[in-house]
């Protein structure tokens, strides 16, 4: 598809407090939307893409591989590959995953 409307993708619970919708998927990248409660923990993990994200609104605490920020609107983050990475979500957030090679 080579555009659409975010409102029209399914979604799907990722962890508690959490949902996405994959948004696009190709042969390189995917783009997904999360939709995440205040309140909400992201448990370490790593994975072999990846990451890029974007703060559509909110407030998201985030620490990557040992260092921490606190990210709003308007800011966004980078994950190298295999990079451990965690969460904290200080109010409703909504952010936008990119992800290389896609999930």
């Given at each position: 598809m080579l555009f659409g409307n975010g409102k029209d993708r399914l979604s799907e619970k990722i962890i508690e407090g959490a949902v996405k919708r994959v948004l696009s998927t190709g042969e390189k990248i995917q783009v997904v939307q999360l939709e995440m409660k205040g309140g909400t923990v992201v448990p370490e993990h790593a994975h072999p893409h990846e990451q890029?994200?974007?703060?559509?609104?909110?407030?998201?605490?985030?620490?990557?591989?040992?260092?921490?920020?606190?990210?709003?609107?308007?800011?966004?983050?980078?994950?190298?590959?295999?990079?451990?990475?965690?969460?904290?979500?200080?109010?409703?957030?909504?952010?936008?995953?990119?992800?290389?090679?896609?999930?």
């Amino acid at each position: 598809m080579l555009f659409g409307n975010g409102k029209d993708r399914l979604s799907e619970k990722i962890i508690e407090g959490a949902v996405k919708r994959v948004l696009s998927t190709g042969e390189k990248i995917q783009v997904v939307q999360l939709e995440m409660k205040g309140g909400t923990v992201v448990p370490e993990h790593a994975h072999p893409h990846e990451q890029a994200g974007y703060i559509v609104h909110g407030k998201f605490e985030v620490n990557i591989g040992g260092q921490k920020g606190i990210l709003e609107k308007g800011y966004y983050f980078q994950i190298p590959s295999n990079t451990p990475h965690s969460g904290f979500v200080h109010e409703d957030t909504i952010l936008i995953d990119i992800y290389s090679p896609p999930r």
